[in-house]
């Protein structure tokens, strides 16, 4: 396709970064969020198709048989997925002081992401740049490793619930509770009626926090068996990667059909419509940044925050800012 007749071109990107910038100008925090509003809805409109819609888990996807090369609704190139999610984050950061602000006033609303994958899928880095702009303030990260001794003493949510998102707040997952079903299936560390409860368990579990005002996001990062292969044989060319690789991380590739299969059922059996799954194709790490930090932004959108109105006499308090003699 020609750049004249790309539909994600930079002409569009240099319309809406043009906007934000005349925004940052502002100071009017309402008019800024009708702002920020309405430039939301123009960069959702550069997918072909909406990834919130397109990339849910659905009855006949096979993990094993996914194109993890393909790129779905996004006719860009990586310097244009760059760029979106450049504009992309500066929106949420907006949704999300929004978010924020409330949470201290007493809303319930918050978010929690989980994001899963095979090793080298792009987890950290996700993060990394999908947050990359955004005020650490409200944002908290996690990544589960192994429990601990202390965790095995508990139910296997307890070390979930400590980092669950506080009012306001967005926690990234970093692995989750899904590991508990998946490990002990393919290892054996568990018997078959023990993992096999926790299905229900997790369902039931995540409805309680979306009742409670905590939105859901769980994305599953998608590679093939091959990028897998490259990616850890550059971490082995590459002295400064050497700590990001563990020869047990072998082993989980030997089992990597065990793992695809162990996926599908919980994809089959915990993506709900209160909490779906998001199967990502994940190849391209710059599309699958971009997806995320679409739905992300999609979805503080619909949550239609207002800023706290004052719980005090504004009025009041700026006559005793501006006589301080009445008040002494």
Not at 150 to 167: G, M, S, T, V
Not at 176 to 181: G, V
Not at 279 to 308: D, F
Request: charged letters at 30%; glycine letters at 6%.
């Amino acid at each position: 396709m020609s750049p004249t007749g790309e539909k994600f071109g930079a002409r569009e990107l240099r319309k809406i970064q043009d906007q934000q910038m005349r925004e940052q100008s502002k100071h009017h925090r309402r008019d800024k969020m009708r702002m920020v509003r309405k430039e939301s809805s123009e960069l959702s409109s550069i997918w072909d198709i909406d990834p919130d819609v397109a990339l849910r888990f659905h009855a006949g996807l096979i993990l094993g048989q996914l194109d993890c090369g393909s790129t779905p609704g996004f006719e860009g190139r990586k310097a244009d997925a760059k760029e979106f999610v450049s504009l992309s984050s500066y929106e949420i950061n907006s949704f999300q002081e929004q978010l924020y602000a409330n949470g201290i006033k007493g809303s319930h609303r918050r978010m929690l992401i989980i994001l899963q994958g095979m090793d080298t899928s792009g987890k950290g880095s996700m993060v990394e740049h999908v947050f990359s702009q955004l005020s650490p303030m409200g944002i908290h990260y996690h990544g589960f490793a192994a429990p601990s001794q202390e965790e095995l003493n508990h139910d296997y949510l307890w070390r979930i619930r400590r980092e669950l998102p506080k009012d306001g707040w967005i926690s990234i997952f970093d692995r989750s509770q899904y590991e508990d079903i998946v490990m002990p299936r393919i290892y054996g560390t568990y018997p078959r009626t023990i993992w096999e409860s926790r299905y229900d368990e997790i369902n039931a579990f995540e409805h309680r926090l979306v009742d409670d005002g905590c939105s859901i996001i769980k994305i599953f990062l998608c590679i093939s068996k091959d990028f897998q292969k490259k990616r850890f044989l550059k971490r082995l060319d590459d002295p400064t990667k050497f700590w990001k690789f563990d020869p047990s991380d072998l082993k989980a590739r030997s089992h990597w059909d065990d793992y695809m299969n162990a996926w599908q059922d919980v994809m089959e059996r915990t993506s709900t419509n209160y909490a779906p799954w998001h199967i990502v194709p994940a190849n391209h790490r710059w599309y699958s940044r971009a997806v995320l930090s679409q739905i992300l932004r999609a979805r503080m959108q619909e949550m239609n925050l207002a800023w706290p109105p004052a719980d005090f006499n504004v009025d009041m308090v700026k006559h005793q800012l501006n006589n301080p003699a009445s008040t002494e």
